[in-house]
């Protein structure tokens, strides 16, 4: 079967510019690239030969002696030998990135077509990430909400970008810097292949007065005096509602109390961290005069030296 003019496949006139020459062939690439049209026969050995004529007319030495012998200027050799390979095309018009490999991987320049037109490869669509910032307390209790997420889509053989709205379901315990797995939910694939993945990385934001390392929480509890010194019992609010602290008799200030499992559930297990309660001493900035005497009774009556083994 003969072939075709090579201006006529790309729709061009033969005074043809370098710019115009280009713009058919980007138009008609897009139109009709494997990865476009994944199984279609027709569209491939169309892009063949849109490919070929480019890489022919794209050349000056190649389109000087076409023009002069047309397809007999390469009887016996191939037009493609000792010029860009397609690889090297798609990326000088600009869209290589835009549809991946088509050759399976392969970047060396070829000389033999039969190679450079092997099956395409069913790769798997490009992952996506998406960073997604979340409450301190929706961390720890876990979520369920929307996000919408720009990704590639393949509209009637045309690839466009667009937005697609995705339900995910935040676990409880996740912390900033963890990754969420959507299978599927990616770039679709170009090739036929599997889509890619979606992965949710969390940022997790602070809180005013509970701090986490890990799957522990740490709360500081401002204490009065007389709270340390004979004992209290005090509600703390914690992301599960409100926990009962008991400060023993004595307690020092920065004394830390333990209360097991009431800290951070473990994203991938079944258990919880603990809760740290580390308490603090909150005086009165202003004391009255007969405050200031009870005080002085109170250590006359309790003397003790914080200071003893400090040698100062």
């Not at 798997?124 to 876990?142: H, P, T, W």
Request: proline share 4%; hydrophobic share 30%; glycine share 12%.
């Amino acid at each position: 079967m003969s072939k075709r003019d090579y201006y006529e496949v790309l729709g061009v006139n033969r005074d043809v510019s370098t710019e115009q020459l280009k713009r058919s062939f980007k138009k008609l690439a897009r139109k009709y690239h494997p990865d476009v049209n994944p199984g279609n026969k027709s569209a491939e050995d169309r892009f063949k030969e849109i490919s070929e004529a480019y890489a022919v007319l794209s050349d000056v030495e190649k389109r000087r002696k076409y023009d002069t012998m047309g397809h007999s200027a390469f009887s016996g050799g191939n037009p493609w030998e000792g010029g860009m390979n397609m690889e090297d095309i798609l990326k000088d018009i600009g869209i290589g990135d835009i549809f991946g490999s088509f050759f399976g991987g392969q970047r060396g320049r070829t000389s033999n077509r039969s190679s450079a037109w092997g099956s395409t490869v069913n790769t798997k669509g490009v992952d996506v990430n998406y960073s997604m910032e979340i409450g301190f307390d929706d961390a720890l209790r876990g979520l369920e909400t929307v996000v919408t997420v720009p990704k590639n889509i393949i509209d009637n053989g045309v690839l466009r970008r667009a937005t697609e709205r995705i339900k995910v379901k935040i676990p409880a315990g996740v912390s900033s810097g963890s990754r969420i797995r959507l299978t599927g939910k990616g770039e679709p694939s170009q090739t036929g292949g599997k889509n890619g993945d979606l992965y949710i990385l969390t940022k997790v934001s602070t809180h005013p007065y509970i701090e986490r390392k890990g799957d522990n929480l740490y709360i500081n509890l401002p204490l009065t005096l007389g709270e340390l010194s004979l004992g209290a019992r005090v509600q703390v609010e914690t992301f599960e509602g409100i926990a009962k602290v008991t400060i023993p008799p004595g307690t020092q200030n920065g004394q830390r109390l333990r209360l097991n499992g009431k800290g951070a559930p473990q994203m991938k297990g079944t258990g919880k961290g603990d809760l740290f309660v580390i308490v603090s001493l909150k005086l009165p900035e202003r004391i009255d005069e007969k405050s200031k005497d009870l005080i002085r009774e109170f250590e006359r009556l309790n003397p003790i030296d914080p200071r003893e083994g400090m040698n100062i």
